[in-house]
């Protein structure tokens, strides 16, 4: 087994800048004893994007590689979770402490992905964002876009259509995704409103 | 009352319910949360989810080994095209290789072994148990005669064939319907080699040939495309010229329509035309003709043009000014081929063929022998013939058929003979006709799923590497034959250890470079041949022309169908679909009748004619057209299938059927045949052809110019007339032109923008339809079937418009093709009309079509005077639907970039609007602006003869704007004022004043 550590460089340059601000100002993921409440789909596998992106700031890119090149951001695959999770057992973050209850549940959901990945047997996640058929998204335009534009680095762009999803225990969508919420955003940046950019 | 519940408020309810339901799951906005995201286990290395990968390998939809990267997004392989490093295509595909993905996403494939059960069907069998059963044969059958017979196979898998054959005591044979027997024996006779030549059209200054469809279905069509195109096309930017094409034969093929001049003789007399040509430009010293010729002279002189007119029926005069015009071009080459020299004097005819280029020096320059062209190797029809007879005597125990389907060209002797043959095992991955005959059935994987190579000619080797993971529980060949053998490893060690032993040093490095480009591409050196003595002995028959033998008082000419072939294509509904080029008839067969002999007959387009010869008869509609000689029927293969899938089975009438099996003098078979022929008094109501159609608008759309006019031309020059505005429209029109005006000063259309054009040269475009099949590929186009087309309902945003060119005694003598799409026009008749602004203009000068607006009033097409917009009368992707188009996995190639239509909406050509966003955006992600020849449209990416070119008629340095400026150029129907962005340049003629026998 190889264990895949080495970050692709937009996802390095996104960890340096962020790891300037000090331990103590780190966000804590919140410790959930109910589920019942999260908004957003519920997944196969209780994956925490507060944990991940949040409290362990693992840029978003990391995961969702092919984002800033492609038009794809990319699902990522079990050899990813895997890479870490070989090591990383869960249940010990900063806020959980010893064998309680809610440490040993997260435990239960890295057991789950090992378990996916033991049996060969991807889980097959809810789509949260789902675009109509006929519509074109290019992700990367929109990467290479707004960060230009708002003077960000990459990783920071994706909060603007996908909100604080690095807050968000459990992903749900918080843009309609309809065409006036798009074109409202083309109109303030004063980018095309052709058609046929999105349309073909 | 009060408990009813009225629709109004049932809906409330339902209202009430659902979005209930929605704030449980998602806050109630967009789509409900059903889809899936299923992650990969192992990311591919070399794949980025929404960017595409290309792979290159080698197609084998023929014999030819051209190059192709195949495109595949997430794991699928979505489209395929030329390779750019193949020598032989040059980065250019057929249709027939633009549709191979049809076959690996084939619905009707076999998806795992069965044999047949002792009641006579067949039934699954797991691959272990298969493979015990040929072991089990294969033992029984020693000594008693086992044979392996496959298509043309130069490859190392052929030579693993031959290496167990050898093994076990049996041997192998190959097989293609369409052999090229004549043309060896031919070659033979002349040369003294049986081998066959490549031929340089690019560089000749004049074709000639003698019914060789180099242009559809002979040798190596794509590359002989590209060369002719090169040589043929007039281009004014080197000091204008272009060389002349001749055809001779009974009827316009392909390849014939794009000729100059149409010489159409007797049928089975074109040896005596080119031996008489070959007489005139010796004795008249025309050519510098080699010294060793001299000892043909007394042949020849036996067959001047007054010895030989009566007999081929072309009057001296025409004789000599074609020996002429051929010798003092300089650079004449004749090339000999195709039906209507298969027949019984077919060697004689290529060998006098031959000679013609002999006294002219074209042999050695433009017909370069050396390279061997693999399918020379394959054996001959006699040899078939024998092992036909050897089958029925109980001589053969055990057949192994691989990549042929002898069952549907042969039907009669060898489908009887297949009866006699105790066990019988295919590796056919459709249910043809052999394979339906077979006891056992061992699925192959498709070439596109598999390792292997082919040798297409000397000095050629394309590699063949697997682009997708296997569709179906199928297994390669050539893994199964390395296990009934007895050895370890896969068909892929066996392969790199046979490359190994070529190229021993660094050969890591040499295989990861080969697998890159595609192969091995080099260049076999040229070998000298010289007359053979047998050269001039023709058979005092040769003299006649030929009776045909059998009875019947018609010529029947059955010749391979352009995109179907031998019939390997119709199982794929881009090639059913795809209109023949000349006949513009789909999904079924025809008969070509003269008009003279329909009007002696009584005879419309559409009624059947029943063709009986002495081996068969078959029926087929009639089609009546100028396009065939008067006292000759043609018929083409390709249809008539009992087995063979759903869009091949039972699907009009097998050509086939009407010949013999008996080998010809020289061992090939004959492909004229004698028949009566019938009215049967059915009627087919339409033929499914788009000729005719509204859509085709016949209204001579297309421009030619004699030579020495075009030769005239000066820059500026606007030789066509158009019809200018009238004067009481004139106000309107000028007040339109300034509301457009100010409206392009509005919002996203200030600015600098491209405007996107394309210029079609028509003296390059020869109509061979592989851009129609290219379009449907890459623009998820549904194919609608034979009753949808019967009705016009076709959807092919890219359409060839065939218009017949005569000369001024009206003799037909070539057409004209038109490639006929959207026109992207400045001043769209179709978008002021729309009345949801579905159909509207983009900054970039496209007329956008939003699908998604469209609510299909149809306004649109009724208002196009170009009428290229295709509307969806049905849910074409509907999962088992009436029409469905992409029954799974046939689904799977759909391309991911452009949206599938649904029922009601109108869609048309996009120029590829995919591409131009992906050029855009791959261009911005780098910090540049879109360059010239970034954007590709996949009409001009197939195109064999470069005849399409795309870009921005905005950018004064674009190829697209210099051509748009050509004198040559037009647009279609100029005088509506609709300012298309297509420019057509007009097709240049070579011949002002052509006389015809």
Known sequence: MVLILALPPAALSGQQAQSTSSPSSRYQAPVISDTGDLKGPRQPIFFRHDVHAGEDQIPCMYCHYSAAVSSEPGIPSLQTCIGCHQVVGGGSRRGLKGDTTAARAERAQVQLLRNAWRERQPPEWIRVHALPGFVRFPHMRHIKGLSTRQGVEANATCATCHGDVKHMTQVEQVSTLRMGWCVHCHMQNTVTRDCSVCHY | ?997
């Open chain 2, 1 to 997: 009352m009060t408990d009813s519940i009225d629709r109004r408020r049932f809906l409330k309810v339902l209202g009430v319910t659902s979005a209930g339901a929605a704030a449980v799951s998602a806050c109630g906005i967009g789509p409900e949360p059903t889809e899936r995201l299923i992650p990969y286990l192992v990311q591919p290395e070399d794949q980025i989810p929404g960017t595409a990968t290309y792979y290159a390998t080698t197609c084998r939809e023929c014999a030819a080994g051209c190059g192709v990267r195949v495109r595949v997004r997430e794991g699928r392989a979505v489209k395929l095209e030329g390779n750019p490093d193949s020598p032989i295509n040059r980065g250019r595909l057929c249709a027939r290789g633009q549709a191979a993905l049809q076959g690996l996403y084939n619905p009707d494939r076999i998806a795992h072994p069965m044999v047949r059960n002792a009641s006579g069907k067949f039934e699954d069998i797991d691959w272990d148990g298969a493979l015990q059963r040929v072991t089990a044969k294969v033992r029984e059958a020693q000594g008693k005669g086992i044979v392996f017979l496959t298509g043309a196979e130069q490859s190392t898998f052929g030579d693993l064939v031959d290496e167990w054959m050898k093994q076990v005591g049996g041997r192998r044979m190959s097989y293609e319907a369409f052999g090229f027997e004549a043309l060896r024996a031919g070659n033979r006779m002349a040369f003294g080699t049986a081998t066959l030549p490549t031929y340089d059209f690019a560089n000749a200054k004049y074709v000639l040939s003698f019914g060789a469809d180099f242009l559809d279905t002979w040798l190596s069509p794509v590359e002989f495309q590209n060369g002719f195109s090169r040589a043929h096309a007039f281009d004014a930017g080197r000091p204008a010229s272009m060389a002349k094409f001749t055809y001779v034969g009974p009827r316009l093929s392909l390849t014939g329509m794009n000729a100059d001049e149409w010489i159409a003789p007797k049928p089975g007399s074109e040896g005596l035309l080119a031996l008489a040509m070959a007489q005139v430009i010796m004795s008249q010293h025309l050519a510098r003709v080699p010294a060793d010729a001299s000892k043909l002279v007394s042949v020849l002189a036996a067959h001047t043009p007054r010895a030989v007119a009566q007999v081929i029926g072309i009057d001296e005069a025409t004789i000599a000014r074609l020996a002429r015009e051929f010798a003092r071009s300089g650079g004449g080459l004749a090339v000999a081929g195709g039906m209507a020299t298969q027949a019984a004097n077919g060697a004689e005819i290529v060998a006098a063929v031959n000679i013609l280029n002999y006294v002219v020096g074209a042999v050695g320059t433009l017909v370069k022998f050396g390279a061997d062209l693999g399918v020379g190797a394959t054996n001959t029809f006699a040899d078939l013939a024998t092992l036909t007879s050897e089958m029925t005597n109980g001589r053969v125990a055990l057949l192994f058929v691989y990549g042929t389907n002898p069952a549907h060209s042969l039907p009669g002797a060898f489908q009887q003979a297949l009866g006699k043959v105790a066990f019988k095992v295919s590796f056919s991955s459709y249910m043809d006709e052999t394979a339906a005959a077979c006891d056992l059935i061992l699925p192959d994987h498709h070439p596109l799923e598999q390792w292997g190579d082919s040798r297409p000619r000397a000095g050629v080797i394309g590699l063949q590497q697997p682009v997708v993971q296997p569709v179906f529980g199928t297994q390669p060949t050539g893994d199964v034959i390395l296990k009934l053998s007895g050895r370890t490893g896969t068909f892929q060690d066996y392969l790199q250890a046979k490359w190994r032993a070529r190229h021993g040093a660094n050969f890591d490095q040499y295989w990861m470079d080969s697998l890159a480009k595609g192969g091995v591409y080099g260049e076999a050196p040229t070998r000298p041949v010289r007359l053979a003595t047998t050269a001039g002995n023709f058979s005092t028959t040769f003299a006649e022309v030929p009776s045909w033998g059998g009875d019947g008082d018609q010529t029947v000419v059955v010749f391979p169908h352009p995109a179907l072939h031998d019939g390997r294509g119709a199982n794929k509904p881009w090639l059913q679909e795809l209109p023949d080029p000349v006949s513009k008839i789909a999904w079924h067969s025809w008969v070509e009748v003269h008009p003279d002999t329909a009007a002696k007959w009584g005879l419309a387009t559409g009624d059947f004619l029943l063709l009986q010869s002495k081996f068969g008869g078959q029926k087929f509609p009639a089609w009546i057209t100028p396009s065939v000689r008067p006292d000759v029927l043609a018929v083409p293969t390709g249809q008539g299938h009992s087995a063979y899938g759903r869009y091949a089975k039972d699907r009009s009438a097998n050509a086939f059927e009407l010949l013999g099996g008996q080998a010809t003098v020289y061992g090939g078979r004959s492909f004229i045949v004698r028949a009566t022929a019938s009215k049967t008094g059915e009627h087919q109501r339409r033929i499914a052809t788009i000729e005719g159609n509204a859509r085709d608008l016949g209204m001579g759309t297309t421009e030619v110019l004699p030579l020495a006019r075009a030769k005239a031309l000066h820059p500026g020059d606007h030789p066509f007339h158009f019809e200018e505005t009238p004067e009481y429209a004139k106000d309107a029109v000028e007040w339109w032109a300034e509301r457009q005006h100010e409206k392009a000063e509005l919002g996203n259309y200030k600015g600098e923008q491209p405007r996107w054009g394309l210029a079609i040269d028509l003296s390059k475009c020869t109509g061979c339809s592989a851009c129609v099949t290219a379009c449907y590929a890459e623009n998820n186009i549904a194919t609608v079937g034979e009753e949808l087309t019967e009705r016009r309902r076709e959807m092919a945003w890219l359409r060839l418009e065939r218009y017949w060119r005569v000369d001024e005694h009206d003799n037909l003598q070539g057409a004209v093709n038109q490639p006929m799409l959207c026109q992207q026009c400045g001043n769209a008749p179709c978008e002021p009309v729309c009345p949801v602004y579905a159909a509207y203009h983009t900054p970039d000068g496209l007329n956008g079509q939003v699908y998604n607006r469209c609510v299909g009033t149809r306004y649109c097409s009724n208002n196009c005077p170009y009428k290229v917009r295709y509307f969806n009368w049905y849910n074409y992707a509907e999962k088992d639907g009436k029409y469905e188009a992409f029954p799974e996995p046939l689904s799977m190639l759909l391309n991911p970039d452009v949206t599938v239509r649904e029922k009601g909406v109108m869609e048309k050509c996009t120029f590829c609007v995919q591409r131009i966003r992906g050029a855009q955006n791959q261009a911005r992600l780098e910090n540049r602006n879109v360059r010239d020849g970034d954007i590709v449209t996949a009409c001009q990416q197939t195109c064999p003869s470069d005849a399409i070119v795309f870009g921005d008629l905005n950018d004064r340095n674009s190829r697209v704007f210099e051509l748009a400026g050509n004198p040559r150029g037009y647009h279609v129907l100029a005088g509506l004022n609709t300012k298309p962005a297509i420019t057509y340049l007009a097709r240049v003629v070579a011949q002002d004043t052509p006389g015809n026998g």
